[in-house]
Structures are given as structure tokens and as C-alpha cells.
């Protein structure tokens, strides 16, 4: 049985999320939610090493994707699936998912061991899968999608139009390598073609060059500052030759 204080919080965080019993359409869902495996998704491992939200993690992350991509298709069915890995890369990572958890103030409801709540490095990731869990917890308390999505639509959305405003964003690499492996089970290789020469007299605005490639062909071609950025800059190219191809 859990505390019955603890259960108090876990009802606060709810009714935060826009979760109640008051609500005619949730009532039945409510009455399923499980406390204990509500409990288990905001128990941090540092907490206990036997009894943590490692596993919800694992599940919540296919809970999470399912969401997004259930909300990609409602609002963005005209796009190419390139533009719709991107945005699905963007919507489920750990920046974007531990931004929506501080909307929450999610990090006071987690148990955690003193060390691990000083350390503030950690704070995007610990979040992050903090968020993952409690979405498998509800999903699989009440196997209802719709009261996920009743409080994270809007925020998938929010996040959709920044990134749209602000491409620079977007993690491409992210959104090649799974469109990658979704169509050929492959990952993408990336060449560096042109590195900036560091003798003097030379050009200091000289940038990175790479190339990606898979299945034998070179899909993009991308400079940068830094061989990362332009990886990134060549994942975008491939991306968008990919809703061509």
C-alpha cells in the first residue's frame, strides 16, 4: 500500500496534468490509475537501487513516441516523412520532454537521493525520464491514450512551432538515423571531405565538410564551424533529398 501523503502528492501532480475525478470523462480512468506504479515512476535509481523507474523509463520512451506520432499525423498528415522524422526527432527528446516536465515542477515530486538532486548536470536527463516513466505508468494503468494526450498535445504543439520558427533546433542526425533504419535497417555514414587547415596565413573562416552516405550513394553534402555541425547540416540535405526520393 502506498502512503497515504505520498498519494496526496501523486493526486496534486494529477490535478496539475488536468487529471481529476471531477471530470465525467475521466472517472472511470481514474479509477484504474494504479498508485503503486504511479509511485514507482518518480522513484529516481539513486533512491533505491531494487525499486526505480528504470523499466517505466524503457516503456515510457514507445509511449512517448506513439503520442508524438499519433499527434504528427492528426496535424502535419500532408508533410513528407522526412519533415515528420525531423519534428518527431525534436518532440521526443530529452530537451524538449524535460522542458515539459519543469512546466510541472515534475522534479519536487521525484524521490531521489540528495546527491543525485544537487547535481544539476544531470537535472535534463533525471526529467526526461522521469516524464517517460509516468506516461507508461498512465498508459499502462488505464491503457487510454487520450488521457496522456489531454495535457501533452498542447505542449507537443508549442514545441512543433518553435522549432519550425527556429530550425537551427532541430537534431537531424537524430531524424536520418531513424528514418534510416525504419525504411533499410542502416545507419547513416558520415565522411569528413575537407578539414580546415591550421597553418598559418590560412583562411580562419575555412569550415568542416562532410558528406553522408548510405545504401552506396552520398545523400548530402554539409559545412560547419565544427565537424558535429556539419554532420548536422549534411543530415538536413539527406533529409529532405529522402521526401524527394
Known amino acids: 500500500m502506498i502512503d497515504p501523503r505520498r498519494q496526496k502528492e501523486l493526486i496534486r501532480l494529477l490535478e496539475r496534468l488536468g487529471i481529476n475525478c471531477i471530470n465525467s470523462l475521466q472517472k472511470i480512468d481514474w479509477q484504474r ?62 530537451r524538449t520532454i524535460a522542458e515539459i516536465a519543469s512546466a510541472y515542477n515534475l522534479d519536487s515530486f521525484l524521490l531521489m537521493s540528495n546527491s543525485a538532486r544537487n547535481d544539476t548536470k544531470a537535472l535534463q536527463t533525471r526529467l526526461a525520464a522521469a516524464l517517460e516513466a509516468l506516461l507508461a505508468a498512465l498508459y499502462l494503468s488505464t491503457h487510454n491514450f487520450s488521457l496522456i494526450r489531454s495535457w501533452l498535445d498542447l505542449h507537443l504543439e508549442q514545441a512543433a512551432r518553435k522549432l519550425l520558427t527556429e530550425p537551427s533546433l532541430g537534431n537531424y542526425k537524430v531524424a536520418l538515423q531513424e528514418l534510416t533504419q525504419e525504411r533499410w535497417k542502416l545507419l547513416p555514414d558520415y565522411k569528413v571531405v575537407n578539414r580546415p587547415s591550421d597553418r598559418p596565413g590560412m583562411n ?42
Open 33 to 94: 490509475i494504479d498508485w503503486e506504479m504511479l509511485d514507482l515512476s518518480l522513484i529516481h535509481p539513486s533512491y533505491s537501487t531494487t525499486r526505480n523507474n528504470d523499466r517505466l523509463e524503457f516503456i515510457g520512451d514507445s509511449v512517448l513516441r506513439m503520442a508524438a506520432t499519433l499527434w504528427l499525423q492528426e496535424n502535419y498528415a500532408d508533410s513528407k516523412v522526412g519533415e515528420l522524422a525531423a519534428l518527431r526527432s525534436h518532440l521526443v527528446s530529452d
Open 204 to 245: 580562419a573562416e575555412e569550415l568542416f565538410t562532410v558528406e553522408v552516405w548510405f545504401r552506396d550513394r552520398c545523400w548530402g553534402e554539409g559545412q560547419g564551424k565544427s565537424i558535429k555541425a556539419a554532420q548536422q547540416a549534411a543530415a538536413a540535405v539527406a533529409l529532405k533529398a529522402l521526401q524527394t526520393s
